[in-house]
């Protein structure tokens, strides 16, 4: 007899709804969870604690993964890869191992995948070079997942009318939007006296007390750190303390699953994690569900070799970690000097606390002259720059020739940095095509602390997501331009960024080109499913993470009428 | 919030900071900081017995006292990193004594997550200033006035691993001057006065410091005594 109906790895946005659902119908789920099972009385607007020590994530020395990024191109042409264990690099591409994973630490920036997203293969054709498929299911069969976010998680948010606005079940959010800083009013002009659509960005933050969660208090920090109040709707506060309160889901931290055992019919029988103390624990379950970020969901089935996975589990079509997807983009900034406004205007500049909430979607899908036909395009989200001031006054400390700067030049140029302006930014989100250059192995040499190998991650981009991300950068910059902001500056490129990652063990109908099926079960392994954003076969133009919550919501629904 | 954590200082150093998450938390320069190593090997020979002595002694007792070299001299750089001016727009404006940055480096470098390789940088450094202001002026770093010290960290930070430690007592300076004064630092919130930073709340109360969050850490507090 199994111990539990469904053992969760992860315990995040892609493992939350499943506990949640199927806890609440009195099936018997156990969430294992390697980091610290850290609440509300735990996060604090602490910016050593949220960013520069690692805190809610592993220190790089105990867990690291193998970075392989483009090292210029051989003699024949072909690009040549360098690999480096981010111990040594620094660039860590952890976000977030404590119950409930990244989705505390999110932004929530919500926003649903469109129609097209679904079929882009068929919408605008095969691209050199590039993975691109229709996935197997459409808008439609998600389309009641994210209503159900909108209630359960909380998204806060109003619908307007626009272009490509997606069709929806509900009239409006079922909460209204945040609170919004007065800089807003100067963005909306701006943008339309450049005939662009401002649109009010949806976020997972609830303006005011529901239940047990308490409302956004304003603080002025929010992407990046905890949530003090329960308003940011992470999977634990907003699914699993609910999931717990059932009496029928345990949440069991500090365990570290490293392996999943299957049997001679190649079922999944246990999962083996070390405990606290690094003692090796096994738990067995009817049913398993990985979700556990997309490099470590094919990280763990890579390592779960079986009799009838000789490769790793989901692994017999050797599609497993194939297609990984961050998301492509780049971002810029824009100066608002208060010396230029009135001081009532100044003052009003200088405010932290409300949201922004506003982007541009007029270009997901771009129709313009410079281009052959038309392409997919993207969205652009505007924000104030991030508050951490350390980070800050940190990077000021080089000047223009990358030399230190120090003493009362310095000083200088900190408070003028910090007094003298409010920085504005954009964000644009565009599709990170799939290649055969973007992938997670199993690294041959370096382990973690446990002794397991580490993920190998080769970072790839196709050189059309530069394209659209350059065009996308600078209808961005006109509208800090209309707004008069001063030293406007803006970068693309191929770097990915590690906090946005997807794909990995995409899901599709035919087992030779993915891993899962259109139910996010694995094509050759029955009793295992995949529910975090590793199915994605393509991301989408924006953050995934409604995404993410709305498919395991749906996945949840076919667990259960199985069980 | 887009992400690119990379945190390499020369790769980012002249872009903006991104946005959900800071950069270098805890830049490390592997490369160079063994370059370091190597040329301080070098530059031990023409130091004089103290500067040797300083540089090798890491005991607990002298990581505690300020009055203790190698901290009397890193206080010493730091207030010349980060003086104390009497205005900036008629406002007073700390500097590195003010804020304690060198009881906040202390308890940073104490701690049992601190990077030991880190550490041993930062105060294997000490050595080498010396050697340098020896050799220039035949006396020690915290003998020399105003424009003998400016000369001296002129010339370390000609190389890369001398502006490497530089930068790093300067990242641990910003901490003191920003974090918040639960650390130690930031002493009656004097940073974020002088910067009019409007700092976030709740605030961490003594029983929340960042290493008191994970139990791994707190079990290696508990066994370091």
């Known amino acids: 007899m ?12 892609g493992a939350s709804p499943v506990a949640y659902t199927l806890s609440k119908m009195g099936f018997s789920v156990v969430v294992l969870e ?10 604090y607007k602490d910016e050593l604690a949220c960013c520069r020590r690692s805190v809610y994530t592993p220190s790089l020395q105990d867990e690291q993964h193998v970075i392989e990024d483009y090292d210029g191109r051989d003699k024949n042409g072909q690009y040549k890869w360098a690999s480096e264990a981010t111990s040594k690099s620094g660039w860590d591409f952890w976000n977030g191992n404590c119950v409930g994973g990244s989705s505390n630490f999110m932004s929530g920036f919500f926003y649903r995948l469109k129609p097209v997203d679904f079929y882009l293969r068929s919408e605008f054709g095969p691209i050199d070079g590039a993975n691109v498929v229709d996935w197997p299911i459409q808008y439609e069969d998600l389309e009641p997942y994210y209503s159900k976010v909108e209630q359960l998680v909380g998204v806060s948010g109003r619908v307007v009318k626009h272009k490509f606005a997606e069709p929806r079940s509900t009239k409006d959010f079922p909460y209204p939007p945040t609170i919004e800083h007065p800089i807003v009013e100067h963005f909306d002009k701006a943008c339309e006296s450049l005939r662009y659509q401002s649109l009010p960005t949806p976020r997972a933050i609830l303006p005011h007390t529901v239940g047990t969660r308490r409302g956004c208090e304003y603080s002025g920090y929010c992407g990046s750190y905890g949530c003090s109040t329960g308003a940011k709707g992470s999977g634990r506060a907003a699914l699993l303390d609910d999931a717990v309160r059932t009496g029928h889901c345990k949440i069991i931290p500090y365990a570290k699953v490293y392996k999943l055992d299957s049997n001679n019919k190649g079922a999944v029988s246990h999962a083996n994690y070390y405990d606290e103390n690094g003692v090796s624990k096994k738990i067995s379950a009817k049913i398993f569900v990985v979700a556990c970020q997309a490099i470590e969901t094919s990280r763990l089935l890579l390592a ?7 490769e790793g589990l989901a692994n017999n079509t050797n599609q497993l970690g194939k297609n990984l997807l961050f998301s492509a983009g780049g971002s810029g900034t824009g100066e608002f000097y208060y010396k230029d406004m009135s001081r009532q205007q100044g003052e009003a500049f200088k405010r932290r606390g409300p949201f922004i909430n506003r982007g541009l979607q007029d270009w997901y899908v771009i129709k313009d ?10 969205t652009i989200d505007f924000l104030l720059s991030h508050p951490n001031p350390t980070t800050r006054a940190d990077s000021l400390k080089w000047d223009d020739s990358g030399k230190l ?5 310095l000083k200088q140029k900190v408070h003028a940095a910090f007094t003298e302006k409010q920085r504005f930014r954009f964000e644009v989100f565009n599709d990170w095509l799939p290649t055969d250059d ?3 192995s199993l690294d041959n040499t370096v382990k973690d602390q446990w002794g397991s190998a580490v993920a190998k991650v080769r970072v790839g981009y196709h050189d059309h997501d530069l394209v659209v991300g350059k065009y996308l950068t600078q209808k961005a910059e006109t509208v800090m331009q209309q707004m008069q902001a001063k030293n406007i500056n803006s970068s693309v490129s191929g770097s990915p960024p590690a906090n946005l990652v997807a794909g990995g063990c995409r899901f599709g109908k035919d087992p030779q080109t993915s891993v899962l099926n259109h139910d996010c079960q694995a094509h050759d392994v029955e009793n295992l499913y995949v529910t975090d954003g590793s199915f994605m076969p393509t991301g989408g133009s924006v953050p995934y993470t409604w995404t993410i919550y709305a498919n395991a919501f749906r996945v949840a629904d076919i667990i259960k009428k199985r069980l | 919030m887009k992400k690119f954590n990379k945190k390499d200082n020369k790769r980012y150093r002249n872009s903006w900071e991104p946005c959900a998450s800071s950069l270098p938390a805890n830049s490390k320069l592997l490369s160079s900081r063994r370059h370091f190593f190597k040329q301080t090997t070098g530059l031990m020979v023409g130091m004089s017995f103290s500067a040797t002595v300083m540089a090798k002694n890491k005991s607990k007792d002298s990581l505690s006292q300020t009055s203790n070299e190698p901290w009397l001299t890193i206080s010493e750089v730091q207030e010349h990193l980060f003086p104390r001016t009497v205005t900036i727009n008629n406002l007073p404006s700390p500097g590195a004594k003010d804020i304690n940055a060198i009881g906040y480096l202390q308890t940073m470098l104490h701690l049992p997550s601190a990077d030991k390789e880190e550490t041993d940088f930062i105060i294997k450094g000490v050595g080498w200033l010396n050697g340098v202001a020896n050799n220039q ?5 915290i003998k020399l ?7 001296v960290l002129k010339k370390i930070s000609a190389s890369e691993a001398g502006e490497n430690w530089l930068s790093t007592l300067i990242r641990y300076i910003f901490e003191a001057l920003l974090a918040d004064p639960v650390y130690g630092g930031n002493t009656k919130q004097l940073g974020w006065q002088w910067l009019k930073h409007q700092a976030g709340y709740p605030q961490p109360p003594k029983n929340k410091k960042y290493w008191m969050l994970k139990r791994k850490l707190i079990i290696k507090d508990m066994y370091s005594g």
């Open chain 2, 137 to 141: 002026t035949g006396k020690p770093f």
């Open chain 1, 304 to 310: 779960s070799t079986g009799v009838k996975h000789p």
């Open chain 1, 2 to 13: 199994a111990e539990y109906d469904v053992c969760i790895v992860g315990s995040g946005a």
């Open chain 1, 405 to 409: 700067v120090w003493g009362e030049a």
């Open chain 1, 438 to 440: 973007c992938f997670v």
């Open chain 2, 145 to 151: 006035n105003d424009k003998q010290r400016e000369r």
């Open chain 1, 34 to 43: 390697k980091g610290p099972w850290l609440t509300e009385n735990d996060f």
């Open chain 1, 369 to 378: 002259k410079k281009f052959s036909s038309h392409l997919k395009g993207g």
